[in-house]
């Protein structure tokens, strides 16, 4: 088996020299769609087949985000390469092996006790979303790494300039930022660490509608535009929309459960199913479905593999052909009732409530953390949210304004509905 790693279509010319870099931490950072998480996956098969012992190991802060993340994405560049007979995978617990030579990818989420020093002898690691790692894990994960040769790989958004990541292997800003996100190498403060830095500029695979979004992002928010389309260290986010959030373990039992609510997606954009509950002034949300690259078909079967297709779903009424293909399916889904400025009268709908989000629902909680207003360049609020980190959270729109206190007429019949 020969793979020509000068193939220029294999790689983004970018990280060619990583290959060979034998820097104990490598950091790969910047902005969306710089194809950073691609190459760490390229890097991790090929250390596995070429190696005579490799076993890396995928880390993220939960484990169940590993499997629809870093193991897909070596799934299908696997299939892209034509090796699956080589390689053997397995669910649960997610793992990869090498046919030949025996070599493994293994996974462990940072929720789970026993995390990465139950693995021996591993060679390797990939943090993917490392700022979503608090400095505690991290050293707790690379002081248990011991003997040989390791290497620990890095993938993330430059998101505070406050984070850790950035006080203990980046020197001060100014030596290397370039405002026009146009640098590469950045010299660590630490010897044993290789950091470089890229924008979707450097992937030659982003699409056009990629680029436009990201582009979009320099009249709708400095802040966003900085970090997610210059791969630049953001600043503390202001405007976020909702605050009165919190974590908790699982919904109360006793809690009326109200609908689902929808939000499609597909190549840039996941889809999103939330579940809502509500207790008096309390909605409750967890995350059910929150996935990229679903066609309907698939939507509508993992519906019924978790066994809601009988209860309603509320979905956005701008995809009609996909809300009528799940109902073809069998799925109990109709459109949402809008309205005029519907978006803001849902947000503050919303805002009459606190919200408590179910730990598992890890991509809520970043959309939480994220939802913001434009801003105009004084920094006023211009009452519209930037439109990003916003799926699961009009799924959960869809369902306020149509299931409470809302008046609608739909082709099933006119109904009020007050929770």
């Known amino acids: 088996m020969i793979i020509d790693l000068t193939n220029p279509?294999?790689?983004?010319?970018?990280?060619?020299?990583?290959?060979?870099?034998?820097n104990r931490y490598l950091l790969l950072y910047g902005g969306r769609d710089s194809a950073k998480s691609y190459f760490a996956a390229q890097k991790v098969i090929i250390d596995t087949m070429s190696k005579s012992y490799s076993r890396f190991i995928l880390v993220r802060k939960i484990y169940a985000d590993i499997r629809d993340s870093q193991f897909q994405t070596i799934k299908d560049i696997i299939a892209d390469y034509g090796l699956q007979d080589y390689f053997h995978f397995?669910?649960?617990?997610?793992?990869?092996v090498f046919k030949p030579n025996g070599n493994m990818i293994l996974a462990r989420g940072l929720d789970k006790e026993y995390k990465t020093k139950s693995i021996k002898d591993p060679t390797g690691v990939w943090y993917e979303e490392m700022n979503e790692i608090s400095f505690d894990d991290f050293l707790k994960t690379t002081t248990s790494l011991r003997g040989g040769v390791i290497q620990e790989i890095a993938t993330f958004n430059p998101e505070k300039e406050s984070d850790w990541i950035n006080s203990y292997f980046f020197p001060p800003k100014q030596n290397y930022e370039s405002e026009d996100g146009k640098f590469y190498y950045v010299p660590s403060i630490r010897s044993d660490t290789t950091i470089l830095h890229t924008t979707y500029r450097d992937n030659k695979y982003c699409t056009q509608q990629s680029v436009e979004l990201l582009e979009s992002f320099k009249e709708a928010d400095e802040n966003y535009y900085k970090?997610?389309?210059?791969?630049?260290?953001?600043?503390?986010?202001?405007?976020?929309?909702?605050?009165?959030?919190?974590?908790?373990e699982k919904v109360p039992e006793e809690v009326q459960f109200v609908a689902y609510g929808m939000d499609f997606g597909f190549s840039n954009h996941p889809t999103a199913v939330v579940k809502v509950y509500v207790e008096e002034?309390?909605?409750y949300i967890e995350e059910v479905i929150y996935e990229?690259?679903?066609?309907?078909?698939?939507?509508?079967?993992?519906?019924k593999d978790v066994k809601i297709e009988n209860d309603e779903i509320i979905a956005d009424s701008a995809e009609p052909k996909s809300i009528e293909e799940l109902y073809q399916m069998g799925i109990n889904i109709h459109p949402a009732f809008k309205g005029s400025d519907s978006v803001r009268v849902g947000i503050n709908k919303i805002k009459e409530y606190k919200l408590k989000v179910t730990s598992s629902s890890r991509n809520i909680i970043r959309e939480l953390k994220h939802y913001k207003w434009k801003m105009d360049r004084n920094g006023n609020s211009l009452n519209e949210p930037v439109k990003m980190f916003d799926h699961a959270l009009d799924a959960l729109r869809y369902v306020v304004l149509n299931k409470m206190s809302i008046r609608k007429k739909r082709r099933f019949g006119l109904r009020i509905l007050k929770i």
Do not use: A, Q, R
């Open 292 to 303: 990229k690259g679903l066609t309907n078909y698939k939507i509508g079967n993992k519906l």
């Open 227 to 248: 970090i997610y389309s210059l791969g630049l260290w953001g600043g503390e986010l202001k405007g976020l929309i909702y605050k009165n959030w919190e974590i908790i």
């Open 90 to 96: 397995t669910v649960n617990p997610l793992k990869i």
């Open 9 to 22: 279509d294999l790689f983004n010319p970018i990280y060619l020299p990583l290959l060979t870099d034998k």
């Open 281 to 283: 002034k309390i909605i």
